[in-house]
T-cell receptor
Framework: DQQVKQNSPSLSVQEGRISILNCDYTNSMFDYFLWYKKYPAEGPTFLISISSIKDKNEDGRFTVFLNKSAKHLSLHIVPSQPGDSAVYFCAASAGAAGNKLTFGGGTRVLVKP | GAVVSQHPSWVICKSGTSVKIECRSL??????MFWYRQFPKQSLMLMATSNEGSKATYEQGVEKDKFLINHASLTLSTLTVTSAHPEDSSFYIC??????????????FGSGTRLTVV
């Protein structure tokens, strides 16, 4: 039972354009969501997060939107840069920090120069 | 920022042998560490939660006798893959939480270990 899903395994976008990554979840107990960026043979690095009490969080070129009623979140990267090419995972947690994270399957982003 | 060191970064072992992977928090004390496994082009799957000074909590379907976890100190957790088989070949990643960072941003991942069993 996959509680966090990223239905697009890959995404190709032109440099300077917007990248939109989507994530859906099924567990209504999830109340904190994170996006991680991962390069091959490396561990994930934290990108941006959002609490369920918010519907938007912005940090520079990265914005995460949360639609609780639809159990859907998205990550917008604008403008996309070649260095953004990586695999992006969304993750979710229920309860306070210290609880486990449940990851989606990842979306591979390729930003073309 | 918080740093988690994972060693080795890659290892090749013969079928039937055991392999130990270390995860160290370098500049903070981690009462809780997490061990993940990632198959090619798949997500990170949580294997177990490692608690300092107590037994690890394993996720459903993970064989605790095969994947031995020890968290003997606040800065070190080890994962031992016992009697390894080719199907254990995978990318293993640990994560540690800095308790002084109150949110999930305090989770830091190691760089992972590529295990190949031949």
């Amino acid at each position: 039972d996959q509680q966090v899903k990223q239905n697009s395994p890959s995404l190709s976008v032109q440099e300077g354009r917007i990248s939109i990554l989507n994530c859906d979840y099924t567990n209504s107990m999830f109340d904190y969501f994170l996006w991680y960026k991962k390069y091959p043979a490396e561990g994930p690095t934290f990108l941006i997060s959002i609490s369920s009490i918010k519907d938007k969080n912005e940090d520079g070129r990265f914005t995460v939107f949360l639609n609780k009623s639809a159990k859907h979140l998205s990550l917008h990267i604008v403008p996309s840069q070649p260095g953004d090419s990586a695999v992006y995972f969304c993750a979710a947690s229920a309860g306070a920090a210290g609880n486990k994270l449940t990851f989606g399957g990842g979306t591979r982003v390729l930003v073309k120069p | 920022g918080a740093v988690v060191s994972q060693h080795p970064s890659w290892v090749i072992c013969k079928s039937g042998t055991s392999v130990k992977i270390e995860c160290r928090s370098l500049d903070f004390q981690a009462t809780t560490m997490f061990w993940y496994r990632q198959f090619p082009k798949q997500s990170l799957m949580l294997m177990a939660t490692s608690n300092e000074g107590s037994k690890a909590t394993y996720e459903q379907g993970v064989e605790k006798d095969k994947f031995l976890i020890n968290h003997a100190s606040l800065t070190l957790s080890t994962l031992t893959v016992t009697s390894a088989h080719p199907e254990d070949s995978s990318f293993y990643i640990c994560s540690a939480r800095d308790p002084l960072t109150p949110s999930f941003e305090g989770y830091t991942f190691g760089s992972g270990t590529r295990l190949t069993v031949v």
